[in-house]
């Protein structure tokens, strides 16, 4: 699914976010708290913008390692880091299974993800893995939707995922351009992405149970801001430092 849509992603969710997106990734990568030379991992990186934001943090002598495993997502992370002259560092992007990511124990200052936890087979897992990875005293961030919960936001959210979102996926199938033939193949299946996506963020546990999945993988120091209103959710902890339970 998730390489189906890879085409339409950065201008989906431009448009689902107007364009505020980047601005919680920006916000997102304040709380990891790194800075040059610092090493850090985003996972289920999709299209790079995350590593991208937190690349510009760590430069000069820091790396950024931005992991998916959907290759359709990578080459397009790949393809904008290469359009991109900046002289900084370079994210590399890897295919890696959140579930088992593939990285030493403590070898990097920093884990985040943005707008992936929600897709995690296996959330508790996910969050471990990223734990694992973050060396003591590190820092463990997650960018995600939630659901707003007081009209009339919660009214208008509603409207807007459930039924205009899928609106805007057929559209946007439409915007690849292509044959009628390919067309045909390809609206439906972008169309039943952006459908999967707010049921996606309605099992997706609301920040305050995500915190204390959170706790649950080994985080200290869990807590998070609300952003848009309460659409947007930004959780950070803290791997303990040896005696620090």
């Known amino acids: 699914m998730f390489d189906r ?5 950065d201008l989906m969710n431009t448009a689902m976010t107007a364009g505020l997106h980047h601005r919680w990734r920006a916000r997102a990568a304040d709380l990891a708290r ?5 090493r850090v991992l985003d996972v289920a990186t999709g299209t790079g913008d995350l590593a991208i934001e937190l690349a510009a943090r760590v430069s000069p002598g820091g790396e ?3 992991s998916d495993f959907a290759e359709g997502m990578l080459a397009r ?48 897992r996910g969050l471990a893995e990223m734990t694992r990875v973050v060396r003591p005293g590190g820092r463990v961030v997650v960018l995600e939707i939630t659901t707003p919960r007081r009209p009339p936001l919660s009214i208008f959210y509603g409207l807007w995922f459930d039924r205009l979102v899928p609106v805007l ?18 609206e439906p299946a972008i169309a039943d992405a952006y459908a999967y996506l ?21 985080l200290l120091e869990v807590s998070y801001v609300l952003a848009a209103g309460g659409i947007v959710a930004i959780h950070a902890g803290t791997v303990p430092r040896e005696g620090e339970w």
């Open 34 to 38: 790194v800075g040059p030379g610092s």
């Open 169 to 186: 996926g057929r559209l946007a199938g439409v915007a690849l351009g292509g044959g009628a033939r390919a067309r045909g193949r390809r």
């Open 77 to 124: 992370a790949r393809a904008k880091v290469a359009a991109h002259e900046g002289g900084g560092v370079e994210p590399r992007f890897d295919w890696a299974d959140a579930l088992e990511l593939p990285y030493e124990d403590g070898s990097f200052d920093a884990a985040t993800v943005g707008f992936g936890a929600r897709n995690f087979d296996d959330l508790a």
């Open 5 to 9: 849509i890879a085409g339409v992603y």
């Open 198 to 218: 707010p049921s996606s963020v309605k099992r997706f546990p609301d920040p305050a149970a995500l915190a204390g999945e959170m706790e649950r993988a080994g």
């Open 64 to 66: 950024v390692i931005g």
